[in-house]
């Protein structure tokens, strides 16, 4: 059943539909260095391309093309830190006169001056989506500039008074688990619209940063966390548990759980047609000039002409996929994607490994982005384990981060086998978890005719 929940500017819902966040990076400039980012090298390297901002004119025209191209509709502003960026209020106008609504993704110490607040609300900044890592003089030392709690608090009153909606993210580092449940006190206090949780993840940048005295073990955060869920779903605060093993938390917790495959349906999180663009070098880089614009589609069946040997070989050893990919029907996408101008073209649904399969749910759409999330996340970041192979939920999971069980072991791997069948619709635990959707958004993303 579809619920909505009024919450005044916004509404909180179980109804499901695809992403259209873009995303844009403007250079790896920051007046931090907090040690789990996930450009922390590029930051420290000296010289690096990706580390200079980018002109306002290169961020324009990436701009234009995730709107125009992609049919995004919003947008997420990161740097390094995007409110130092030079021309941060020109390029927000912009993306306001475009149609992109713009979030900037912020540690806050610019925003402690409540005039620049003014200036970020007059530029028509939508929200901001704030980085809290810990409390007091313990968040100080985790992002290595002296006074910035103060500092975060202090802008954080002033987005209240002037009414600039925002949300929180939280990285699950050991130093602050144990002020979990007080960064939720705060959440709720302060009117953050959302709760991100999110693991130190491993990320291309961050090579010989992780190691075992500073990744949590996961079993340390599935103790802390339910009662902190707990206290902000009672109190209707979205929260998110980002890029986790289903398999750590109860049932009633794997709604929470927001791995690469269920952010295809999380309206804050990053629409990958765009995103296979914005994230390519050439397009985080100040020198360099744009590159063309993907194709999804297009991209995935290059993928699949590249590893044609492998999948023959699944497909030898698995007849039962490939006649299961063959007789596939999938359902009419709907009109807010059709509208994307990225066809589809000779795309079809593949099952080639033991992670994709066959759902009546599903549309072409979905397919592609749940492949190429499947792709992203084996290639980059996770691993499956043997325990993984067993479990019903795999297809939905990204399993363990790859050098993880390199540090712990996989002793807290624990396969699903009680549904009696493998599931395939990321949707399967999420489609029962509340979150928010904008006012600006009820016209696609909640049920026609409801929440207006």
Not at 105 to 117: P, Q, S, Y
Not at 408 to 424: L, M, Q, R, T, V
Request: net charge neutral; hydrophobic share 35%.
């Amino acid at each position: 059943m579809i619920k909505i929940i009024d919450k005044g500017g916004y509404s909180l819902t179980n109804h499901r539909v695809n992403y259209r966040r873009a995303v844009l990076w403007l250079g790896q400039t920051c007046n931090q260095r907090c040690y789990f980012c996930y450009f922390a090298n590029i930051m420290e390297e000296k010289g690096h391309p990706e580390k200079p901002f980018m002109s306002l004119e290169k961020a324009k025209e990436i701009c234009k093309t995730l709107r125009f191209k992609y049919n995004n509709n919003s947008i997420d502003i990161q740097g390094g830190e995007p409110t130092i960026y030079p021309h941060i209020f020109e390029l927000m106008k912009y993306c306001n006169e475009i149609g992109l609504k713009p979030t900037l993704i912020t540690n806050a110490l610019v925003l402690d001056d409540i005039e620049k607040c003014k200036k970020f609300k007059e530029a028509g900044v939508f929200d901001f989506l704030i980085s809290v890592h810990n409390l007091g003089e313990a968040h100080d030392e985790v992002v290595k500039v002296p006074g910035s709690h103060k500092r975060q608090m202090k802008a954080i009153d002033n987005l209240m008074e002037l009414d600039i909606p925002f949300r929180f993210n939280i990285v699950l580092t050991n130093e602050v688990l144990p002020n979990l449940q007080l960064i939720a006190g705060l959440a709720e206090k302060k009117g953050a619209r959302a709760c991100n949780f999110i693991a130190f993840n491993c990320s291309p940048g961050q090579e010989g940063k992780r190691n075992k005295d500073n990744v949590t073990l996961y079993s340390k955060i599935k103790t802390v966390l339910p009662p902190v869920i707990d206290y902000l779903d009672e109190r209707e605060i979205e929260v998110n548990l980002r890029y986790l093993p289903f398999c750590l938390f109860e049932p009633k917790y794997r709604k929470f759980i927001q791995d690469t495959k269920q952010t295809i349906y999380d309206l804050h999180e990053w629409e990958y047609t765009g995103r296979l663009w914005t994230q390519d070098k050439p397009q985080r880089r100040a020198a360099d000039p744009l590159d063309e614009p993907p194709n999804l589609f297009k991209y995935l069946l290059e993928r699949r002409e590249g590893e044609s040997r492998d999948i023959a070989r699944f497909f030898e050893e698995n007849p039962h996929k490939y006649e299961e990919s063959m007789s596939v029907k999938v359902k009419e996408p709907t009109k807010q994607l059709t509208d994307i101008a990225v066809k589809v073209g000779d795309y079809k649904p593949l099952f080639f490994n033991n992670n994709l399969g066959y759902d009546e749910n599903l549309t072409i759409y979905d397919y592609a982005y749940i492949e190429f999330r499947e792709i992203s996340a084996c290639t980059y970041r996770y691993k499956k384990l043997d325990k993984c192979n067993s479990c019903e939920i795999t297809g939905i999971c990204d399993g363990f981060h790859k050098d993880y069980v390199e540090f712990w072991g996989d002793e807290e791997a624990i396969p699903e086998k009680s549904i009696g069948k493998k599931i395939y619709d990321p949707r399967y635990y999420m489609k029962d978890q509340m979150k928010v959707v904008e006012k600006e958004e009820y016209n696609w993303a909640l049920p026609q005719g409801e929440g207006n």
